[in-house]
Nanobody, 128 residues
Framework: QVHLVESGGGSVQAGGSLRLSCAGVGYTTNDRCMAWFRQAPGKEREDVAGFYTVDGGLAYYSDAVKGRFIISQDNAENTVYLQMSSLKPEDTGMYYC????????????????????WGQGTQVTVSS
């Protein structure tokens, strides 16, 4: 069965940090368009960050997280990470990892419908 497994969520105070992990199960995260999305209670899911997992691939970040979050990969571990720093209460939500199978090396998390493999999500709660 092909899927992604997220971990690393939790509760943290504002200003704190968390690192989320996304491991591929039966699915390689190498040479893929990989992205993180999040959904706050009562709101639509939104893109957070994404990139094509080859060396030198430029990363995309939403304006809400730019300068605070970093997306990275460990191809040997078949895992993509999201390092989150200077967390704010508005960062609270369920965080999902997603992958786009196939396609070019242009990775646009803004096009959510392009992503066809998803994880179950990991909850992040930031208190003020």
């Amino acid at each position: 069965q092909v899927h992604l497994v997220e971990s690393g969520g939790g509760s943290v105070q504002a200003g704190g940090s968390l690192r989320l992990s996304c491991a591929g199960v039966g699915y390689t995260t190498n040479d893929r368009c990989m992205a993180w999305f999040r959904q706050a209670p009562g709101k639509e899911r939104e893109d957070v960050a994404g990139f094509y997992t080859v060396d030198g691939g430029l990363a995309y970040y939403s304006d809400a997280v730019k300068g605070r979050f970093i997306i990275s990969q460990d191809n040997a571990e078949n895992t993509v990470y999201l390092q989150m720093s200077s967390l704010k209460p508005e960062d609270t939500g369920m965080y999902y990892c997603a992958a786009r199978s196939g396609g070019s090396r242009v990775c646009r998390p803004q096009l959510e419908d392009d992503f066809d493999v998803w994880g179950q999500g990991t909850q992040v709660t930031v208190s003020s």
